[in-house]
């Protein structure tokens, strides 16, 4: 199994000769391409019009495809609720996640240290949204199993949050939406192996530490510092609705406070981001499809912030000024 992820070999093939940028021909970076055109053009046009004083049909929906939870608009027609599903069904994303990137996580641990073959069908999915494996360079597979193995631990995390720490109230998010965060978690460990060709080299442990460069720690560091931060917002916004005990006593939302809520509205939005950027450094910042979907996370968790900031000015008369939405200092 041969992974790009190496600096030094992305711009050469294996005979030698030069090779298209990584992504060149993948289906799955233009899926992630139009994704990212999409999303941004939602945050412009939601961030340039004055929406409170639309109220076409066309307006109405955009709306409600862009809104979910607390920031869902108060009254809504009937024919746009009969789209809603529960916003506690979050975890189905990660138990998806959990079960589909485990999977491949297996199966790459497998194929690297065993020589085992992928699964004819695995194969064929990789190839559908790989369309140009003959493009792929090598030596990365440490970057593979480093990005697989901490996106599985991150959506882990996330499922057991939602499980057992996380208090969601009656909000509802939209169906496109939903069907949407099935693709996403689905599409992730595939545009991981976007720079992978299926020649199933085995390698041995200390083939794998000698591929160890200063990216890898940095982006593990990185990493682990997002997490802790996400983690930690997670609990505060559950504890805004607990007693002391653990008790929850409200579904009210109350204005959130502590750690880096005190630099902006959503600070585990921010997290998300800097998780998906440290995976980004375990390539060495070589993996351009990947970049596509990071760029996907940063307008996508963009408009969410916006949104959300926008409810708490709305809600909390003495909102704190200086907080920014979704970037600390600057947005």
């Not at 240290?113 to 140009?132: S, T």
């Not at 360079?137 to 991150?154: N, P, Q, R, V």
């Not at 931060?229 to 916004?237: E, G, P």
């Amino acid at each position: 199994m041969r992974i790009c992820g190496h600096p030094g070999s992305a711009g050469l093939h294996s005979t030698g000769t030069m090779q298209l940028l990584p992504g060149t021909g993948s289906l799955v970076a233009a899926l992630w391409l139009l994704l990212d055109v999409l999303f941004l053009g939602a945050l412009f046009l939601h961030l340039l019009g004055d929406w409170s004083r639309r109220r076409s049909v066309l307006c109405g929906v955009f709306q409600d495809l862009i809104r979910y939870g607390k920031t869902k608009l108060g009254t809504r027609p009937a024919w746009l609720r009969c789209c809603d599903l529960p916003k506690r069904w979050f975890w189905h994303f990660y138990f998806l996640s959990v079960t589909w990137n485990g999977v491949l996580l297996g199966l790459v641990v497998r194929s690297l240290l065993l020589g085992v073959h992928f699964p004819q069908w695995i194969q064929q999915i990789l190839h559908f949204f790989h369309k140009d494996p003959e493009q792929k360079t090598s030596d990365g597979e440490l970057s593979t199993l480093l990005a697989l193995s901490l996106l599985w631990i991150h959506s882990l995390r996330r499922l057991l949050e939602c499980l057992y720490v996380s208090v969601y109230s009656a909000g509802v998010i939209h169906l496109a939406q939903y069907g949407l965060g099935i693709v996403y978690y689905f599409l992730l460990g595939i545009t991981v192996l976007d720079h992978t060709q299926m020649d199933y080299r085995k390698v041995t442990v200390q083939e794998l530490l000698l591929q160890l460069h200063w990216y890898h720690i940095f982006g593990f560091l990185l990493y682990t510092w997002a997490s802790f931060h996400q983690s930690r917002c997670h609990m505060i916004l559950a504890n805004l609705r607990k007693d002391k005990s653990g008790n929850i006593v409200t579904m009210k939302h109350v204005m959130p406070s502590g750690d880096w809520f005190e630099k902006v509205s959503c600070p585990h939005y921010f997290a998300e981001l800097l998780i998906y950027i440290s995976v980004a450094f375990l390539f060495g910042l070589t993996h351009v499809t990947w970049w596509l979907l990071v760029l996907f996370v940063l307008f996508n968790q963009s408009l969410a912030a916006v949104l959300c900031h926008e409810f708490y000015h709305q809600k909390f008369d003495s909102y704190p000024a200086q907080r920014k939405a979704f970037i600390p200092f600057l947005f």
